[in-house]
Antibody, heavy 112, light 109 residues
Framework: QLQLQQWGAGLLKPSETLSLTCAVYGGSFSTHYWGWIRQPPGEGLEWIGDINQKGATNYNPSLKSRVAMSVDTSKNHFSLKLTSMTAADTAVYYC??????WGRGTLVTVSS | QTVVTQEPSLTVSPGGTVTLTCASSTGAVTSSYDPNWFQQKPGQAPRALIYNTNNKYSWTPARFSGSLLGDKAALTLSGVQPEDEAEYYCLLFYGGGWVFGGGTKLTVL
């Protein structure tokens, strides 16, 4: 059964770069879209972007200048980098497969 | 900027039927927007319920159904159970990107 396990730093200072990785276990890494979604505390969901196994990406226009996603098919990993973090980026970040499988989420707090 | 609008809150009695809707600021929602619906309970990750307007996952309870209703996407719960109390989000596709609705808090009372 396919599972997603994500990890990354949970506390960042303003201007630092967020780096999260999501590992895919128990199934094929190919033929799916792998994405990231975030949710500020007490607020709704925001789509950040997605990437396929060939590395083709789609990003939320509001975040496009700061976002980079990548895949490592040899490790069945995909990753998110978000630069110039501010308090407004404080959120739970989820990795997803095709929206039908979600990671547990990582709370990322930006504070000086 | 595209805005996807849902009812902020709805209340339904156990055993009743309720319809949640999802509207787009760009106009009528059609199947080309690939409407998806998610359920989120406190402290949990969202769970996918519906994709491509009206398709259910293997884990989606039969009482949940998706449709297009007028110019909106809709999620109908028939025979509501207490465990259906949750936040529900719709998701629409806009040519390479996706936008979530603000969510509907469903109370079962």
């Amino acid at each position: 059964q396919l599972q997603l396990q994500q990890w990354g730093a949970g506390l960042l200072k303003p201007s630092e770069t967020l780096s999260l990785t999501c590992a895919v276990y128990g199934g094929s890494f190919s033929t799916h879209y792998w994405g990231w979604i975030r949710q500020p505390p007490g607020e709704g969901l925001e789509w950040i972007g997605d990437i396929n196994q060939k590395g083709a990406t789609n990003y939320n226009p509001s975040l496009k200048s700061r976002v980079a996603m990548s895949v490592d098919t040899s490790k069945n990993h995909f990753s998110l980098k978000l630069t110039s973090m501010t308090a407004a980026d404080t959120a739970v970040y989820y990795c997803v497969k095709n929206f039908d499988l979600w990671g547990r989420g990582t709370l990322v707090t930006v504070s000086s | 900027q595209t805005v996807v609008t849902q009812e902020p809150s709805l209340t339904v009695s156990p055993g009743g039927t309720v319809t949640l809707t999802c509207a787009s600021s760009t106009g009528a929602v059609t199947s080309s927007y690939d409407p998806n619906w998610f359920q989120q309970k406190p402290g949990q990750a969202p769970r996918a319920l519906i994709y491509n307007t009206n398709n259910k996952y293997s884990w989606t309870p039969a009482r949940f159904s998706g449709s297009l209703l007028g110019d909106k996407a809709a999620l109908t719960l028939s025979g509501v159970q207490p465990e259906d109390e949750a936040e529900y989000y719709c998701l629409l596709f806009y040519g390479g990107g996706w936008v979530f609705g603000g969510g509907t808090k469903l109370t079962v009372l």
